[in-house]
């Protein structure tokens, strides 16, 4: 027999020896090494941002950035930072360079506004005894009121003046009641017997109503008649309307003496 082979026989074709190199991913050394770039970037980026938002000078920046950069060559491809953070020695860095925030201005307490004092009529100057002779002694007196237009709305009646407070009687719905209460600012007129003796008076006036009203207007009728001839004047007035008192205290006198 002979040792050759037919034609049609072949060796099986053998396998190359596989390539280490051929088809296979970055090395563990080159892994690091492209890790620490993007980390040096990455930091970098950040750390120029916060510096230009926190208004750091340019030299400040660079030496952050250097920084940023040193502490970033440290971190190996098994290193604790996660991948894509700034370094906490760079981000303290930043907060330590950047200004202080100026505080908000203390808002002051709100003031209240002091209380408006009630308007007191002016103290009238104490009378001489020629001058209570002829308040006590006059019938009539004129009160100037001041109608809506402010022009003055005059009336006259009988009086009673106690050496403080001159008082006229009226009714609840008197012209003169209503202008008193739209404007509390009075004048009268009270003259005497004789054609030179007068005295011009401005004051504030008050409407007295109510269970006030009967002493106040005894007082005045008792003026000029007696005890009952009073009251039964008082228990007409109290019959056939609304009586109520006007009172006047003065803050100036204008006197004209004969």
Known sequence: MSDERPDDETEPPTDPEPNPDAGAGPTAEQAAVE??????????????????????????????????????????PTGSEPEGSVPAEAAAAVADSAPPAMPAPPVPPA????????????????????????????????LGTNDSAGAPHLTASRFHWDGAVIRLPSDLFAARVERID?????????????????????????????????????????KSMTEDEAERSWAEIRASGNPVVIEVRPSRYLWRLG
């Open 35 to 76: 890790r620490r770039a993007f980390l040096r970037q990455l930091t970098g980026e950040a750390v120029v941002t916060s510096a230009r938002l926190a208004g750091l000078s340019m030299a400040v920046r660079r030496g952050l950035f250097a920084a940023a950069e040193s502490a970033t060559r440290e971190v190996g």
């Open 182 to 222: 739209a404007d509390a600012r009075v004048s009268l007129v009270v003259a005497d017997d004789g054609p030179d003796a007068w005295v011009a008076i401005n004051g504030t006036a008050i409407v007295v109503s109510g269970e006030a009203v009967e002493a106040a207007m005894l007082t005045i009728l008792q």
């Open 111 to 142: 003031v209240p506004a002091p209380p408006v004092p009630p308007a007191v009529p002016a103290p009238a100057a104490a009378l001489s005894p020629r001058q209570e002779a002829l308040l006590a002694g006059a019938t009539t007196a004129v």
